[in-house]
């Protein structure tokens, strides 16, 4: 269709209108962000210790053994504020989980809080930011967005599985990439239980540390024997990737 100069309409100048960015849609990454400065100019982040666990032991486990179920929730809620704000802070929490609950308990609290608080940045991401990012970035993340998608489970995994990627960093990526809502809470769920069973099992022995003054190392998950284990798994997930990949490649080979 043209008007009567012969030109297009400005409707129809581009065939796929690119996504605006509103401020509907920003207002959860913007809640998120607030936090996150807000946590810091407060002084909040100096309760997520090991000093402060010390001087509320007690309190602590008398409020466990007298209100167990509000204690877990209470527990699994500021895990979720801790990963959703990207809070610093995972190991102390994820340590404390193994301490308050026990080693099995804590685990399962710990993928709880943790695959909630990744669930709640990545929706707030992938609302805000990841259809406009995309239709911006003139088809390179979309380039990016079909290699990834076609195994984003696998990746996703290998992502969660690696110790030394930042926690928030990929909850943010896979927002970008058009990995599905289903896919990522699996993903996360599985890819995150090595490290919640290392530091749940390290704060079922922490009352000994802690009543004699000391603190558990936070980069104990970098130590050889436990690393080497976990990016064994984490090449175990890149597996049918690459057999993907090799029987692809194969094919075209044949034809």
Known sequence: MVDHNGQAPREMASATPKTRLSLGRTVPLVILMAGLI?????GLHNYLSFEILRENTETLSLWVERSYVLAASAYILIYVIVVAFSLPGGAVMS????FLFGWIAGIFYILI??????????????TAL?????????????????????????YLLFLRLVPALPFWLVNLVPAFLGVGLRTYVSATFIGIIPGAAVYSSVGSGLGAALDEGGTPDLGLIFNPQILIPIIALAALALVPVLYQKYVKAKSMEQD
């Open 38 to 42: 807000s946590f810091f100019a407060f």
């Open 95 to 98: 340590i404390t989980g193994g």
């Open 113 to 126: 809080g943790a695959t909630i608080g990744a669930t709640v940045l990545f929706l707030a991401a992938k």
């Open 130 to 154: 990841g259809d406009a990012l995309r239709d911006r970035t003139k088809g390179a993340i979309r380039k990016l967005e079909d290699g990834f998608r076609e195994n984003a489970f696998n």
